[in-house]
């Protein structure tokens, strides 16, 4: 399979702990993006690497989150001392984004790691 | 930042019938994607179309980039059709991250 992996899939923590979610995405792809999606919403952005670089993060993304993609390929996204409004769908995109042209292209989603915080 | 609606928010069909799905975005758009959301919950692409018009099957779409708006037809429905589609866009010069509207949910009936 050479789509968007996500995993966990579904996590279930209690108020205060530490979760931690990985997105691979497709390997040609050097644009990576994370989103957040609460029942009944559209999609709301959090942040997007270009190759290793975080270039930009939403106001969603408080103190307690925090991602990184170390090497330009698969990226993590870590929660702290998680809160019950946490409880969402985790969303990761990657795209092939021509940097000349500023394009970001074609967005292509994983399957979403559901996140339910007790 | 930007503005994205979508009409209606809601939408039941019974199988065979047709349906036109409307985005209005609130300025200018360097790109637009239509998704839809499977009940399990994935974003399947269903075009990257910032202009013009792209077929696929029953399914085309049209976006007017000038008017800001775009448009995503479905012809002869099916069950699997049921989900809800998202418009995104991408704003011109405001960072390179898309903007997902509302959603539409259709429920096409058998």
């Known amino acids: 399979d050479t789509g968007v992996s996500q995993d966990p899939r579904h996590k279930i923590t209690k108020r205060g702990q530490n979760v931690t979610f990985r997105c691979d995405p497709i390997s040609e792809h050097n644009r990576l993006y994370w989103y957040r999606q609460t029942l009944g919403q559209g999609p709301e952005f959090l942040t997007y690497f270009q190759n290793e670089a975080q270039l930009e993060k939403s106001r969603l993304l408080s103190d307690r989150f925090s991602a990184e993609r170390p090497k330009g390929s698969f990226s993590t996204l870590e929660i702290q001392r998680t809160e019950q409004g946490d409880s969402a769908m985790y969303l990761c995109?990657?795209?092939?984004?021509?940097?000349?042209?500023?394009?970001?292209?074609?967005?292509?989603f994983g399957e979403g790691s559901r996140l339910t915080v007790l | 930042g930007i503005q994205v609606e979508q009409s209606p928010p809601d939408l039941i069909l019974q199988e065979g019938a047709n349906s036109t799905l409307r985005c209005n975005f609130s300025?200018?758009?360097?790109?637009l994607q239509w998704f839809h959301q499977n009940p399990w919950g994935q974003l399947i692409n269903l075009f990257y179309?910032?202009?013009g018009t792209k077929q696929n099957g029953r399914l085309s779409a049209t976006t007017v980039a000038t008017e800001r708006y775009s448009l995503l037809y479905i012809s002869s429905s099916q069950t699997t059709d049921s989900g809800v589609y998202f418009c995104a866009v991408e704003q011109f010069g405001y960072g390179q991250n898309f903007v997902f509207g509302p959603g539409t949910r259709l429920s096409v009936l058998p």
């Open positions: 300025d200018s758009v360097n790109n």
């Open positions: 179309i910032p202009s």
């Open positions: 995109a990657s795209s092939l984004a021509t940097v000349i042209l500023h394009q970001p292209g074609e967005l292509f």
